[in-house]
Structures are given as C-alpha cells and as structure tokens.
C-alpha cells in the first residue's frame, strides 16, 4: 500500500515520530512548513500559535510534493490549544479531491492534554467518518518512554 506521511512539526517531536513511522512502514515523508514560520521560542509561541490553532487559520504554505497516487494519507501533527496545527488545516483544504477515497490515519504529540477533542476535529474537517488508526504521544523527542515506544508499535503494526 503506497503511503505518505504528512506531518508538520515546530520542535521535532512530530518530525521524529514521521521518520519512525516511515521507516517501519516504508512511507514516503512530506513535510509541511508555513511561508511565515510561527515565533518557536518563549511565550510567544504559544500566544502565536495558540491564537492561531483557534482561529482555525489556513496559513500559507512553502511549497510541497504531492500528488494522488497514494493509498494511504497519515496526518502528523502536535497538538495546539487543544487542535491539530493550522499548516495541517491549509494542507487539507488545498488538497480535499486528492484525499477523498483514501484511507486516513493520524497521529498526535502533545505535552500529556487531552487529545480526543482534536482527533474529533482532525476528523470532521477531513469529512471521513473513521480514521483507520490513531497515535498518541507525550513529547517523544524530548522525553522518552517505554510507553510512547509501544504505543508507535502497536500504530505500526496495525497499519502493516
Ligand atoms: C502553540 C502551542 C500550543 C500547544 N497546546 C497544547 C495543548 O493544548 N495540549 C497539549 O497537550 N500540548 C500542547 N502543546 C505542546 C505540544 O503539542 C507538544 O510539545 C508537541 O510534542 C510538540 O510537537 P513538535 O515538537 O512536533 O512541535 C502546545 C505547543 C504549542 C507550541
């Protein structure tokens, strides 16, 4: 089954999940960044950010490879004030005829919030009815668990 991983990551937490999932899968990675990065450092960038994961803004996007030829679509994205993140948002919306059919997955980082809420609105703004499989991780990156270790197996393996 030919699969893209489409993420976007602001810290690497999601990056690091997207190589690992790629790599157990044999996914092809597209990373998404926006034309005007978002402030990463400090309060800034939860006010920036936050702000705009709430406005349910569509930021533009730098340029990006993909096209229809794809089976499988897995969405990677950190959380943002209880969301998926907006360059994810712009990515659906640029793409809507190119992912209808397709089978969807999504996985998640946060920092340990409730992440049911934005799998739901991951979901209805994709308009599928079922996500295929769902990953949830507490900042794999910066710090490690046996926990998120199993968790990222068992996404893979289900989706093998
Ligand atoms: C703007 C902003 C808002 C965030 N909001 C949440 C949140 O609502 N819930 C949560 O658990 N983590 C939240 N986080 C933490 C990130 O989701 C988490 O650290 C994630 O692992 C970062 O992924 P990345 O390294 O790929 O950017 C927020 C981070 C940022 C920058």
């Given amino acids: 089954m030919k699969t893209a991983i489409v993420y976007y990551s602001m810290s690497g937490n999601t990056a690091q999940t997207a190589e690992k999932i790629a790599a157990e899968l044999g996914a092809d990675l597209i ?70 059919e397709k089978s969807i997955s999504a996985f998640v980082c946060c920092a340990g919030g409730d992440t049911a809420k934005a799998f739901e609105k991951l979901r209805q703004y994709l308009e599928v009815n079922v996500l295929e499989a769902q990953l949830e991780l507490v900042d794999p990156k910066d710090k490690p668990s046996p926990e998120n270790d199993e968790k990222l197996k068992a996404f893979c393996k289900k989706l093998k």
Avoid: C, H
Wanted: hydrophobic share 35%; net charge positive; proline share 10%.
């Fill in 31 to 100: 990373r998404i960044d926006p034309v005007k990065e978002y402030p990463s450092k400090g309060i800034r960038k939860f006010i920036w950010g936050g702000k705009s994961a709430v406005m349910g803004d569509t930021p533009a996007l730098q340029p990006y490879r993909f096209d229809g030829s794809y089976d499988r679509i897995i969405f990677g994205t950190p959380i943002w004030a209880g969301n998926f993140a907006p360059p994810i948002r712009t990515f659906i919306k640029e793409n809507r005829d190119a992912l209808e």
